[in-house]
Nanobody, 123 residues
Framework: QVQPVESGGGLVQPGGSLILACELSGSIFSINGVGWYRQAPGKQRELVATITNRGVTNYADSVKGRFTIARDNAKNTTYLQMNSLQPEDTAVYYC?????????????????WGQGTQVTVSS
């Protein structure tokens, strides 16, 4: 069973920084891409940033220039560096991994979600 595990959330003041980490564990054959999403109270989940297995990145307009996504392939970990945080960045941040997992019945292409980590930006 593949399980993305997020860490690094917390409370930070406006203008501050946080680094989120998403570690993938389980029987993984290959990873196509990893993304960070967020969901604020009363709002739909939205894409924040993605990175492909070739290192191609994509960002939501609202975070461009402030957030950076990066992968450490050796550790199966994807990071989200968040700078200049604002109250509107407050949300639960989720990691999503698009990958091929090994299962008892063979390889399975699917996407897997983590449990989320809370980021609160407030003075």
């Amino acid at each position: 069973q593949v399980q993305p595990v997020e860490s690094g959330g917390g409370l930070v003041q406006p203008g501050g920084s946080l680094i989120l980490a998403c570690e993938l564990s389980g029987s993984i054959f290959s990873i196509n891409g990893v993304g960070w999403y967020r969901q604020a109270p009363g709002k739909q989940r939205e894409l924040v940033a993605t990175i492909t297995n070739r290192g191609v990145t994509n960002y939501a307009d609202s975070v461009k220039g402030r957030f950076t996504i990066a992968r450490d392939n050796a550790k199966n970990t994807t990071y989200l560096q968040m700078n200049s945080l604002q109250p509107e960045d407050t949300a639960v941040y989720y990691c999503n991994a698009d990958l091929i997992a090994w299962t008892a019945t063979g390889p399975l292409l699917d996407d897997f979600w983590g449990q989320g980590t809370q980021v609160t930006v407030s003075s």
